[in-house]
């Protein structure tokens, strides 16, 4: 349990079997070290020097062989606080470069503005990506309503009929960043959702659902040209950029949505 908490603050998991081994042992050699994490010699070096750096762990010389030692604890605040500066600068940096990006993306589609359209105009226009991880599937999200206006309509499907132990908890999270969109929101879901506690007690009220009794295509976000579909066992995210599909699936949607009940 403690690990996983320890990957969650930004450590890696063999990271955080020394480091919670460093803190049972104290001062160590690297054999004492290993026995007690079972992380292999051939690893444990790297890791360490990795925590190191991080500032989380320490080492002394004694008769030419080092000894290692974790920081106290409470120097987690620190490293958090490293990271939290790293982030910073690095949103700083983003923000300087990001128009004169944008500038080279907009010279080269106003180079290949010559009427006709070329294969690799289409090929942008028209393509998949693939995206993963909790990470991954949030940048999808910020993709899909880039550049949205206020009332423009967002479509989605969601096919779960309770709390998805996955699925739930992003979504949660992702409602303010929806909702700061101003969105005009339509969602479809199932009957069986409607009716579950978690729908009852966890989801904003604000949410605008209808509810079918029938199977849905699985979890989708319908919007302007492109469509995010998510599996969410394996955190796979593909988003479609395409007018035709796009259409299809708009189509579609609004003749469940008449159907469906509030």
């Known amino acids: 349990m403690m690990i996983s908490e320890l990957v969650e603050l930004g450590l890696t998991n063999g990271e955080a079997k020394v480091y919670l081994s460093l803190l049972k042992l104290g001062l160590s050699k690297v054999g004492s070290i290993v026995k007690d994490c079972r992380v292999s010699y051939s690893k444990v070096y790297d890791v360490l020097e990795r925590l190191i750096l991080k500032g989380l762990v320490s080492y002394v010389l004694i008769g ?11 120097r987690l605040q620190d490293y958090i606080q490293k990271k939290e500066e ?70 989605y499907f969601y096919p779960y009929g ?20 101003n969105l005009t929101e339509r969602g479809i879901s199932t009957v069986a959702f409607k009716k579950s506690r978690h729908y009852q007690e966890d989801v ?7 509810f079918v009794n029938f199977p ?6 319908i919007f302007r040209d492109k469509i995010l579909m998510i599996e969410w066992k394996n955190k796979i995210g593909v988003l479609i950029s395409s007018d035709e599909m ?3 699936f708009k189509n579609y949607f609004d003749s469940i949505w008449l159907l469906a009940i509030p």
Do not use: W
């Not at 030419?64 to 409470?74: C, D, Q, R, S």
């Not at 693939?130 to 423009?152: M, N, P, V």
């Open 64 to 74: 030419n062989i080092k000894h290692f030692n974790a920081v106290e604890p409470y």
């Open 86 to 155: 790293q982030i910073k600068l690095q949103k700083d940096k983003a923000s300087k470069i990001i128009p004169d990006l944008v500038s080279i993306v907009n010279k080269r589609r106003e180079n290949k503005n010559s009427g006709l359209k070329s294969e690799a105009a289409v090929i942008e226009k028209n393509h998949a990506e693939i995206f993963k991880g909790d990470q991954g599937l949030r940048t999808a999200y910020e993709i899909l309503l880039s550049d949205s206006r206020k009332g423009e309509v967002l479509r």
């Open 162 to 181: 309770d709390y998805h132990n996955i699925a739930s908890p992003f979504y949660l999270r992702l409602y303010r960043f929806q909702k700061s969109k």
């Open 204 to 210: 904003p009220k604000d949410v605008n659902l209808k």
């Open 216 to 221: 849905l295509p699985g979890t989708m976000d």
């Open 246 to 248: 796009a259409n299809h």
